[in-house]
């Protein structure tokens, strides 16, 4: 394959500093395909909180450049003959953090972490899904198992609920904070109580009924024996209150799953969940996206629409 122009959005530090931020346009020759891994074009990509600053908080085992952004969607470009994805396929992923992310307009991907495109979506609308679902797929499958058959909850707290952790997956009672603006939001992911989290003190509100108590907590007062379950920090140094002991803290880092990424997109072709698009930028625009993301304050994903202004 002939060599190709592309751009790269490079990260120079382990530190979080947006202005060091630098997009760069460069050649760059196409990997020889192997059966696990692809060369793709990126057409649209998606921050996520903090990511930033994950090289110092989890430094990949390997130097690497660092780019930013995880979640993609794509389409393959070349691939080994013996492949499961060949090229033209139309796929998403969230890849692993260990290797250089996807704000560029070509990337790599490994066969686990990729699943096709659900048709009905546009780019944009594709990437805002992998790291939000997966996450909530691994939170009630895998490190709390509270879908599963004999699991005893009935009510869970989602904090930050108009964020990118897709609650509409649940099957049971769901309470949300989050601004007053986004109320209709959480209301129509499925949140049964929602409280304004500037103006409701949780500790009060859930000593004030019996019926209040709270099995789980996700992102962060729980009945005893049950979880707090946190993808921000390990929750056991800022424990928050409880009435009893013998509260669990999880904390996980999400692992990529293109196998997970493709059971989620039969839930999404029946309407039991769905991304949520924040904004949408220009590659260029990178600065003021990672602003925006810094405020704590959006309504799901942001994104880069790489083919924007070209």
């Not at 390997?62 to 952004?69: D, G, N, R, V």
């Not at 729980?222 to 904390?251: A, H, M, N, Y």
């Not at 799953?257 to 590659?283: A, F, H, N, Y």
Request: hydrophobic share 40%; proline share 7%.
């Amino acid at each position: 394959m002939a060599l190709r122009t592309a751009r790269t959005l490079i990260q120079p530090t382990a530190e979080l500093n947006i202005e060091d931020l630098k997009l760069i346009f460069h050649i760059i020759p196409s990997p020889n395909p192997t059966k696990n891994k692809y060369l793709i074009h990126v057409h649209a990509c998606s921050l996520s909180a903090g990511e930033l600053l994950w090289p110092r908080n989890f430094p990949p085992p390997q130097s690497c450049t660092l780019i930013p952004c995880p979640n993609i969607s794509s389409t393959i470009v070349s691939a080994s003959l013996d492949s499961p994805f060949q090229p033209g396929a139309e796929i998403y992923a969230q890849t692993n953090y260990i290797r250089p992310g996807n704000a560029r307009d070509y990337t790599i991907a490994i066969t686990d972490e990729l699943a096709l495109k659900l048709r009905d979506l546009s780019w944009v609308e594709a990437a805002a899904v992998p790291v939000s679902t997966e996450t909530a797929w691994q939170i009630l499958f895998i490190h709390t198992g509270i879908m599963l058959p004999g699991a005893e909850i009935d009510r869970i707290l989602v904090t930050a609920a108009s964020g990118g952790v897709a609650a509409r997956i649940l099957k049971i009672k769901i309470v949300g904070t989050c601004e007053p603006d986004n109320v209709e939001l959480v209301r129509s992911m499925g949140a049964e109580k929602i409280m304004d989290y500037q103006g409701t003190d949780l500790k009060i509100w859930v000593k004030y009924k019996a019926v209040r108590k709270i099995d789980m907590m996700v992102n962060y007062t729980v009945k005893k024996g049950e979880t707090v379950l946190s993808i921000v920090q390990p929750p056991d140094g800022v424990r928050p209150w409880s009435e009893k002991g013998g509260v669990r803290d999880v904390f996980f880092v999400m692992q990529s799953s293109g196998k997970q990424l493709g059971m989620i997109t039969k839930l999404m072709e029946k309407g039991k969940c769905r991304g949520m698009v924040d904004s949408v930028w220009p590659l260029e625009k990178f600065r003021p996206v990672f602003e925006r993301l810094d405020t704590g304050h959006t309504c799901g994903k942001i994104m880069l629409d790489l083919a924007l202004n070209q």
